[in-house]
């Protein structure tokens, strides 16, 4: 198990210092003027690269969308499984080839991949075309990472830095005017046996409280209609503080004006009876929850280190639709863990099968180097795997299309992102329950939560029309 690193706060003027060492980049003639961006993984990156791009820009870059011309790739990336890792490890490989053609071109690494032990190293030694690398704990340090790399400093480009940094007040260059995410706690402690997140983003840490509505505040102002809340665990916010706890945060931030809250990820042994009811008495927050089983066997639940049992997951999830009805439940399923018999899959087939999930993300296990599980006798022969990951995807598509069905006739109210790109008469958008759903409706209302009666339903989408308003 990794070293327990102290958290450290970055102090406003190691920040302040950060922008002035971009504002020194901007005034540079040889700075890059374009960049591409390329992102793997999850939310929590797609924000970090929000901020990335933020100060990017502070820099006088502007994007550009074709990578053979732009002056700095950066691939912010992910380790999570092996298929992540060796898709950006391609991605990076060729950037070779577009250097050998233009040598002024910038080419850095970050994101989880580069906190994994010796990564940084070797990707130094055997990539001598990519030019920097910083871990997420270090995000902020883009600038002072870019200058080391455009005056040749190649050892502190590639210096390995501390993953468990707690910082405030990057800009953050959202994707749209209505939906924004807010961190609102960094890093896990949870160590399950397969996972690697512990040992790249460092230890849970949750920002303040205040922070975090002030910031909600301002979105509000200026028009955000929901915000994503997010963190490896954020059901455990406030743990490492000892402070205000999730439901504190979520009360807080429902006072703000905005319309609708959603959160993830959520860990079923954190999922308490006050949560649950603060989630039912807010008005923002969403009817959806995000809450990963990973398997419905006791014996791999226990061997994943999840520390809590099927009858516990079933019971929250009994806890959940009582106190509101009509929520919709997502999860992550892995199959093939180390010892996996086919009794125990068929345990993961038969909760998903009683919960009956809304959607679930579905993997195959990937052992990943310095996790617990990596060590584990009884690997699934690869065949086995692909039949059971396939048998669990059919047995979703089955009952998600049922759900889907069972919304039919019902009324919901959709935020309005645009226009379908695949029929420009409608327009698209989820609904309360995190359902995507095309709709007829005024494109003047874009932007807004629009009232909908569902008429129909595609395999993983519904289908509706604006109404007045919705039934009470
Ligand atoms: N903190 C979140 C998300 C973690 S990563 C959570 O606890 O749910 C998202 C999902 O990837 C996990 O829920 C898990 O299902 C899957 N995952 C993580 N490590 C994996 C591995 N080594 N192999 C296969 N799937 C994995
Ligand atoms: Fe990984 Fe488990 Fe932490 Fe989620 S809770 S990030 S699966 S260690
Ligand atoms: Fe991947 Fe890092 Fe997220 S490993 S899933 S990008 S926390």
Redesign the pocket.
């Known amino acids: 198990m990794a070293m327990r690193d102290a958290v450290r706060p970055i102090a406003r003027e190691e920040i302040l210092r950060q922008q002035a060492i971009a504002r020194e980049i901007r005034e540079r003639p040889d700075r890059p003027l374009t960049y591409h961006l390329i992102t793997y993984g ?1 939310q929590m990156n797609a924000h970090d690269s929000q901020a990335l791009a933020g100060m990017l820009e502070e820099m006088g870059m502007a994007p550009e969308a074709d990578r053979e011309k732009a002056g700095l790739i950066l691939f912010n990336t992910c380790c ?3 298929n992540a890792e060796r898709r950006a490890m391609g991605n990076i490989v060729f950037t070779r080839k577009i250097k050998r053609v233009r040598p002024e071109l910038l080419v850095g690494v970050c994101g989880c991949m580069a906190q994994q032990e010796g990564f940084q190293e070797r990707l130094s030694r055997r990539y001598p075309h990519v030019d920097f690398s910083f871990g997420p704990g270090e995000i902020y340090q883009l600038p002072q990472r870019l200058l080391d790399a455009m005056e040749g400093r190649r050892e502190q480009a590639f210096r390995r830095g501390e993953d468990s940094t707690l910082y405030e007040g990057l800009p953050i260059l959202r994707s749209s005017p209505f939906f924004a995410y807010q961190t609102v706690m960094y890093g ?1 402690d ?1 160590f ?1 046996s ?4 512990p040992l790249v983003r460092g230890r849970e840490r949750s920002r303040e409280l205040k922070q975090i509505v002030s910031e909600a505040q301002r979105l509000v102002d200026e028009g955000v209609q929901e915000i994503m809340l997010l ?3 954020v059901n455990s916010y406030g743990r490492d503080t000892g402070g205000p706890r999730f439901e504190d945060l979520l009360r807080a931030l429902g006072q703000t004006g905005i319309r609708r809250l959603r959160f ?4 079923p042994k954190d999922l308490s009876d006050e949560l649950i009811a603060e989630m039912a008495r807010n008005p923002a927050v969403c009817p959806h929850l ?1 809450l ?1 089983a ?1 398997s419905g066997s006791d014996r791999m639940l226990a061997a994943m280190n999840r520390r809590y049992t099927r009858d516990w997951y079933l019971e929250r999830v009994r806890a959940l639709r009582q106190a509101i009805p009509h929520i919709g439940l997502t ?4 199959v093939a ?1 180390p010892g996996e018999t086919e009794e125990d899959f068929e345990q993961t087939l038969s909760l998903a099968r009683q919960v009956r999930f809304d959607s679930a ?8 180097s310095g ?1 617990a ?1 990596a060590r584990l006798p009884g690997r699934i022969d690869p065949e086995v795997a692909r039949e059971r990951i396939l048998r669990l995807i059919a047995l979703q598509e089955d009952i998600t299309r049922e759900v889907l069905r069972g919304l039919v006739g019902q009324t919901a109210s959709v935020l309005a992102e645009g226009l379908s790109k695949r029929d420009p008469g409608q327009l698209t958008g989820k609904t309360g329950r995190g359902i995507a759903c095309n709709f007829s409706a005024d494109p003047g209302r874009i932007g807004q939560i629009v009232p909908v009666l569902i008429t129909g339903q595609g395999s993983k989408t519904l289908k509706a029309r604006q109404i007045e308003k919705e039934n009470p």
């Open positions: 999850c999570i499984r092996d896990c949870n399950c397969y996972c690697v997140v963190g490896q665990n993830m990820t959520s860990h995000h990963p990973q999860s992550d399923l892995i863990f993300f579905t993997f195959i296990y990937s052992p990943r996790t599980a």
